[in-house]
């Protein structure tokens, strides 16, 4: 778990438990983990958890695991939610819609899953609507995007392949969490309000900017919007271990993120090889998509990227954008070659009228797009390069590509070379086994022959 013990597992990973006197029979960390179970047992009956249930997530190497949950939600799940529908008066069909609007799946009438807390939250929610602060119909779509966003944290803080990891002990790794966790639960809840806080004030002066320029609430604002695709990603990643996947797409999402973050933009969303992200100055998109492009043609461990721009009304829900523009975008990001930027025509007007000195573009033939129809668009680029691939920007990709190829080529024809010397060897190994097995063949006739004769 790398935000909340994956630092204590390494740790214990690097501990052979030897003393400092060269002790290593295994008493001293036996010791210990006696000592630690102890403590994580009693910490776990604290919190709800029964022996039989501390046994079997012994049994089944899973402690630490085990003692993070139950000191996550530390109430004792005492409620069926049959009784927190009579507890606090919210229907069963409500309290099923919120429970599955937050990702969860539903569980039976007479399952004990519900706690203190879920009450608490339930009363919370009550308040909130007596206020007139929450409809309910608001606060289910508020639950799904809270739901989704948490979990994808949650699945961010679980690295299963430290937790999966043989070299550490649960039982030491449970207790070494126990230690500290009153500590890093409330530190990493505080930042996560933190974090919520700093995005709405960020969302609240986006929304006075869009209504001090005229745009009234409901109403699409515009948007330069942008896709960049990673090229032959689906065809790296079948030759790829997990390990080394998991590398590239770190790399990939990092490269992305800090360009569109640095040039005042927002990520939207990453699906794997893609990145998607919006920002209101076209000038600025442009520069996003040019220094992607540039950005992956210098880095050795990603392959080329290509982007697609365009610029219009869209319609933004929960953190996400939809429209004729978002797909216009989509779609030509589809079509691009490696390392290249491409433009819709209104994204080329607005930034020939915004920033023509900085930027310049070529038409390309017009496209048919699927379910879009047919239209222009343009190449864009810096002053002096060309879109037939011209220019010093350019000549450097290709250089980069150029020396990554001739890598390859060299790596090839070395295989080359051990694979003629191993035909080579086996081929005179071969020759001399058939001469020496031919002796042995005569020899043996003769010999026989002699011994008949005689």
């Not at 989704?148 to 961010?156: D, H, K, L, N, T």
């Not at 309000?193 to 604002?221: C, D, K, N, Y």
């Not at 980069?400 to 694979?419: I, K, M, Q």
Request: contains cysteine; hydrophobic residues 45%; negative net charge.
């Amino acid at each position: 778990m790398s935000g909340l013990f994956g630092h204590l597992s390494g740790a214990l990973a690097g501990d052979d438990g030897a003393g400092e006197d060269g002790d290593d029979d295994g008493r001293g960390v036996e010791a210990r983990r006696e000592a630690a179970l102890r403590h994580v047992s009693e910490i776990l009956r604290l919190n709800g958890a029964t022996d039989d249930e501390i046994e079997r997530a012994i049994a089944d190497g899973v402690l630490d695991l085990f003692v993070v949950d139950r000191m996550l939600i530390p109430s004792r799940r005492r409620y069926t939610r049959v009784e927190v529908a009579e507890i606090t008066g919210i229907d069963l069909g409500t309290l099923e819609q919120f429970w599955r609007a937050l990702g969860f799946p539903t569980v039976d009438n007479e399952d004990k899953t519900f706690t203190d807390l879920d009450l608490e939250a339930l009363r919370t929610f009550q308040g909130m609507q007596a206020l007139g602060a929450a409809k309910t119909d608001t606060a289910l779509q508020l639950a799904r995007v809270i739901g989704s966003s948490m979990a994808r944290i949650a699945e961010a803080e679980l690295v299963t392949s430290e937790t999966a990891s043989t070299d550490v002990d649960p039982i030491l790794v449970a207790d070494a969490f126990a230690s500290v966790a009153d500590v890093t639960l409330p530190a990493m809840a505080r930042l996560l309000e933190f974090v919520w806080r700093r995005q709405m004030a960020a969302t609240i002066q986006r929304s006075m900017l869009l209504r001090s320029h005229g745009v009234t609430p409901g109403e699409s604002p515009v948007l330069a919007v942008g896709f960049a695709d990673m090229v032959g990603f689906t065809l790296l990643s079948q030759h790829l271990s997990d390990q080394e996947l998991a590398a590239v797409v770190r790399r990939f999402e990092e490269l992305s993120h800090d360009i569109v973050v640095g040039h005042g933009g927002r990520v939207v969303k990453m699906i794997g090889d893609e990145v998607m992200f919006v920002i209101e100055d076209v000038a600025q998109a442009a520069r996003i998509g040019l220094d992607l492009a540039d950005a992956y043609a210098d880095d050795e461990l990603l392959s080329d990227v290509r982007v697609g721009l365009a610029a219009g009304p869209v319609l933004a829900r929960d953190g996400d954008y939809y429209g004729p523009t978002v797909n216009l975008a989509h779609r030509i990001v589809n079509i691009g070659n490696p390392g290249t930027v491409l433009l819709s025509d209104e994204f080329h007007a607005a930034l020939m009228e915004a920033a023509p000195e900085e930027f310049t573009g070529q038409p390309l033939r017009p496209r048919v797009l699927k379910d879009l129809g047919r239209v222009q668009l343009w190449w864009c680029g810096r002053p002096g390069e060309e879109a037939d691939g011209s220019g010093a920007a350019a000549d450097r990709r290709r250089n980069v590509r150029w020396e990554r190829l001739s890598e390859v080529l060299r790596d090839l024809e070395e295989l080359r070379g051990v694979g003629e010397r191993l035909l080579t060897s086996n081929r005179s190994a071969a020759g001399a086994g058939a001469g020496a097995g031919a002796g042995a063949s005569a020899g043996a006739q003769t010999n026989g022959g002699d011994a008949e004769g005689s």
